[in-house]
């Protein structure tokens, strides 16, 4: 198990990390998401042993992982990082580049589990291009490949869909989720890789985390299931890094068809997926159809100050018309800022 103890991380006047206890149990799935700045990659950092803390300690396995001023070489032999840039030796193939990691290992072995990763990482195809000649959802693939060919115990992931496009995204998500799985399967318990993802998006860490942390300033304020996170953001802020969602003042409430709020100035969240277009119902007018393939996104405005943000499968829909919606009082969630 990989566990962070109160572990900060100062760069002269920034706090990158502050104070931050976490820990991630073999074959588990955690997503950090933040803003830009929030300290994610200087969290993976530390977690890797590629930084020193200032204070806290990361273990693995109950043993400490040292930072890069008390080795020689920085990391820790067990714990894997992948940048955003993939760093793969520019001239030798896509097998070469993954073969290289398991070079102490016997011949028949490598081919074998080289074999087995390229069908894992869907690289088949292009085992012999080498890096300039694959798509960038295949150099991440082939970077992911490298950090799990010696099944490290923990595998941690800056950034792993961002330069993606869709299909390459889900490629992505789908593998990480397999690796964890299929060698948690044939591995004991206690080998299973591990994998921590840090993200600004959590669209795609939700359906395949065990656990969704929040990171803000520096620090970790909150972390549970992704369903908990998504349904019980206890900030503003979790609920926006956690998905599209609609953010007012309580005393906005009656607009919706609710009941007066006891502390009209406290803040509510409520997913547009949440909100149903029904006859009757309060009122609003809509101001933005958008159209997103499976569904269309809905602004619709309640008053002058109040916007609400829907999804609908309707196709009747269009800019200026009345229509009713209904909120069940339970999807209202309240929020710190
Ligand atoms: N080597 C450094 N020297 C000084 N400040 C740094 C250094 N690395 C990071 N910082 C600062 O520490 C804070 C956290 O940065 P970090 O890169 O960890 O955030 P992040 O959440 O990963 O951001 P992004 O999503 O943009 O990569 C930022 O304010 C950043 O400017």
């Not at 930072?67 to 070489?73: C, M, W």
């Not at 906005?252 to 709020?261: A, I, N, Q, T, V």
Request: glycine share 6%; hydrophobic share 40%.
């Amino acid at each position: 198990m990989l566990t962070a103890t109160k572990l900060s991380k100062v760069y002269s006047d920034v706090t990158a990390v502050r104070n931050v206890s976490l820990s991630l149990e073999p074959g588990q799935i955690m997503a950090l998401v933040g803003a830009s700045g929030s300290g994610k990659s200087t969290l993976l950092n530390l977690l890797a042993g590629m930084a020193d803390a200032d204070t806290g300690t990361v273990s693995l396995d109950g043993e400490r992982v040292a930072g890069p001023s008390d080795v020689l070489v920085p990391g820790h032999k067990n714990i894997r990082l992948v940048h955003q840039e993939y760093q793969l030796m520019p001239n030798v193939s896509v097998r070469e580049n993954i073969r290289y990691a398991l070079r102490f290992f016997e011949k028949s072995y490598r081919d074998f589990r080289v074999d087995e990763l390229l069908r894992l990482c869907r690289l088949t195809e292009v085992q012999d291009r080498v890096p300039r000649q694959i798509s960038g959802g295949e150099k991440q693939r082939t970077a992911i490949a490298r950090a799990i060919a010696d099944k490290p115990a923990v595998l941690l992931l800056d950034e792993p869909f961002s330069h993606l496009d869709l299909p390459n995204r889900l490629i992505v998500r789908d593998l990480l989720f397999d690796m964890v799985r299929e060698e948690a399967d044939v591995a004991t318990d206690s080998r299973a890789t591990s994998c921590l993802i840090v993200t600004h998006d959590a669209t795609d860490a939700l359906s395949i985390a065990d656990s969704l942390g929040i990171m803000r300033d520096g620090k970790l304020i909150q972390l549970g299931s992704p369903t908990a996170v998504y349904h019980q953001p206890q900030t503003a802020y979790a609920a926006r890094m956690t998905g599209p969602v609609n953010i007012l003042k309580a005393r906005h409430l009656p607009l919706l068809g609710l009941p007066e709020p006891t502390s009209p100035n406290e803040l509510i969240c409520l997913r547009p997926e949440q909100i149903q277009l029904t006859e009757g119902g309060a009122i609003g007018t809509i101001r933005a159809v958008f159209f997103k393939g499976s569904h269309y996104e809905l602004e619709v405005a309640l008053s002058r100050y109040v916007l609400l943000r829907l999804l609908t499968t309707r196709t009747d829909l269009h800019v200026g018309q009345e229509v009713g919606i209904r909120v069940a009082n339970e999807s209202v969630w309240t929020v710190k800022p």
